[in-house]
Protein backbone atom coordinates (compact mmCIF):
# COMPACT_ATOMS: atom_id res chain seq x y z
CA UNK A 1 0.00 0.00 0.00
CA UNK A 2 1.47 3.78 -0.66
CA UNK A 3 0.08 6.79 0.27
CA UNK A 4 0.66 10.09 -1.25
CA UNK A 5 -0.58 13.28 0.04
CA UNK A 6 0.31 16.33 -2.37
CA UNK A 7 0.59 20.05 -1.70
CA UNK A 8 1.60 23.18 -2.91
CA UNK A 9 -1.69 24.38 -5.13
CA UNK A 10 -2.96 27.81 -4.34
CA UNK A 11 -3.98 30.87 -6.73
CA UNK A 12 -1.66 32.43 -8.91
CA UNK A 13 -1.98 34.99 -11.68
CA UNK A 14 -1.54 34.05 -15.45
CA UNK A 15 1.63 33.64 -16.67
CA UNK A 16 3.52 32.81 -13.23
CA UNK A 17 4.78 29.71 -11.52
CA UNK A 18 3.64 27.13 -8.92
CA UNK A 19 5.50 23.89 -7.92
CA UNK A 20 3.52 20.79 -6.48
CA UNK A 21 4.67 18.11 -4.29
CA UNK A 22 3.51 14.49 -3.73
CA UNK A 23 4.91 12.79 -0.57
CA UNK A 24 4.78 9.09 -0.59
CA UNK A 25 4.81 6.81 2.79
CA UNK A 26 3.87 3.05 2.63
CA UNK A 27 5.60 0.37 0.35
CA UNK A 28 8.83 0.86 -1.47
CA UNK A 29 8.84 4.44 -3.32
CA UNK A 30 11.73 3.83 -5.02
CA UNK A 31 10.23 1.52 -7.69
CA UNK A 32 6.77 3.12 -8.25
CA UNK A 33 6.67 5.42 -11.49
CA UNK A 34 4.64 8.23 -10.71
CA UNK A 35 2.27 9.96 -12.55
CA UNK A 36 0.45 14.15 -12.40
CA UNK A 37 -3.27 14.15 -13.63
CA UNK A 38 -5.77 16.79 -13.34
CA UNK A 39 -9.19 17.51 -13.21
CA UNK A 40 -11.08 20.33 -13.96
CA UNK A 41 -14.68 21.02 -13.34
CA UNK A 42 -17.24 18.90 -15.40
CA UNK A 43 -13.90 17.43 -16.68
CA UNK A 44 -12.80 13.89 -17.43
CA UNK A 45 -9.34 13.60 -15.02
CA UNK A 46 -6.14 13.93 -17.67
CA UNK A 47 -2.99 12.75 -17.67
CA UNK A 48 -0.51 15.97 -17.11
CA UNK A 49 2.97 14.28 -16.57
CA UNK A 50 5.25 10.79 -15.46
CA UNK A 51 8.26 9.83 -14.68
CA UNK A 52 10.06 6.65 -14.28
CA UNK A 53 11.34 5.12 -10.49
CA UNK A 54 14.35 6.27 -11.27
CA UNK A 55 14.10 9.45 -12.95
CA UNK A 56 15.91 9.00 -16.10
CA UNK A 57 13.02 9.05 -18.35
CA UNK A 58 9.78 11.80 -18.26
CA UNK A 59 6.64 12.31 -20.16
CA UNK A 60 4.47 15.28 -20.84
CA UNK A 61 1.12 16.29 -22.09
CA UNK A 62 1.00 18.18 -25.32
CA UNK A 63 -0.82 20.73 -23.47
CA UNK A 64 1.92 21.52 -20.74
CA UNK A 65 5.00 20.09 -22.69
CA UNK A 66 7.48 22.98 -22.33
CA UNK A 67 5.90 24.80 -19.18
CA UNK A 68 5.83 22.18 -16.86
CA UNK A 69 8.35 19.55 -15.34
CA UNK A 70 8.02 16.35 -13.21
CA UNK A 71 10.91 15.35 -11.09
CA UNK A 72 11.52 12.96 -8.47
CA UNK A 73 13.57 12.74 -5.27
CA UNK A 74 13.95 8.90 -4.23
CA UNK A 75 15.58 9.90 -1.03
CA UNK A 76 12.85 12.11 -0.03
CA UNK A 77 10.05 9.92 -1.22
CA UNK A 78 8.73 13.01 -2.78
CA UNK A 79 7.75 13.48 -6.83
CA UNK A 80 7.84 17.28 -8.09
CA UNK A 81 5.87 18.83 -10.72
CA UNK A 82 7.16 22.62 -11.86
CA UNK A 83 4.61 24.68 -13.29
CA UNK A 84 5.51 28.10 -15.02
CA UNK A 85 3.83 29.79 -17.62
CA UNK A 86 0.14 28.84 -16.20
CA UNK A 87 -2.61 29.31 -18.08
CA UNK A 88 -6.21 29.42 -16.84
CA UNK A 89 -7.08 27.03 -18.15
CA UNK A 90 -4.72 25.16 -16.50
CA UNK A 91 -7.05 25.81 -13.50
CA UNK A 92 -7.83 22.06 -12.07
CA UNK A 93 -7.51 19.93 -9.09
CA UNK A 94 -4.09 17.84 -9.33
CA UNK A 95 -3.61 14.41 -8.71
CA UNK A 96 -0.61 12.45 -8.23
CA UNK A 97 -0.69 8.84 -8.87
CA UNK A 98 1.89 5.89 -8.54
CA UNK A 99 2.08 2.52 -10.08
CA UNK A 100 4.40 -0.34 -10.49
CA UNK A 101 6.05 -0.59 -13.69
CA UNK A 102 6.77 2.00 -16.53
CA UNK A 103 5.00 5.02 -16.83
CA UNK A 104 1.22 5.16 -18.42
CA UNK A 105 -0.96 8.20 -19.37
CA UNK A 106 -3.89 6.40 -18.88
CA UNK A 107 -5.50 7.12 -15.35
CA UNK A 108 -7.01 3.89 -14.90
CA UNK A 109 -2.94 1.91 -14.77
CA UNK A 110 -2.29 3.45 -11.55
CA UNK A 111 -2.93 1.75 -8.20
CA UNK A 112 -2.60 4.76 -5.89
CA UNK A 113 -4.13 8.13 -5.69
CA UNK A 114 -3.66 11.29 -3.69
CA UNK A 115 -6.73 13.27 -2.27
CA UNK A 116 -5.51 16.26 -4.78
CA UNK A 117 -4.57 19.84 -4.34
CA UNK A 118 -6.04 22.58 -6.02
CA UNK A 119 -4.19 24.73 -8.39
CA UNK A 120 -6.38 28.05 -10.06
CA UNK A 121 -5.15 30.31 -12.58
CA UNK A 122 -6.86 33.82 -12.55
CA UNK A 123 -6.42 36.00 -15.56
Known amino acids: QVQLVESGGGLVQAGGSLSLSCVAS????????MGWFRQAPGKEREFVAA????????YYADSVKGRFTISRDNAKNTVYLQMSSLKPEDTAVYYC????????????????WGQGTQVTVSS
Open 51 to 58: ITWRGINT
Open 97 to 112: AARQGVPRVEKSEYDY
Open 26 to 33: GRAFTYYA
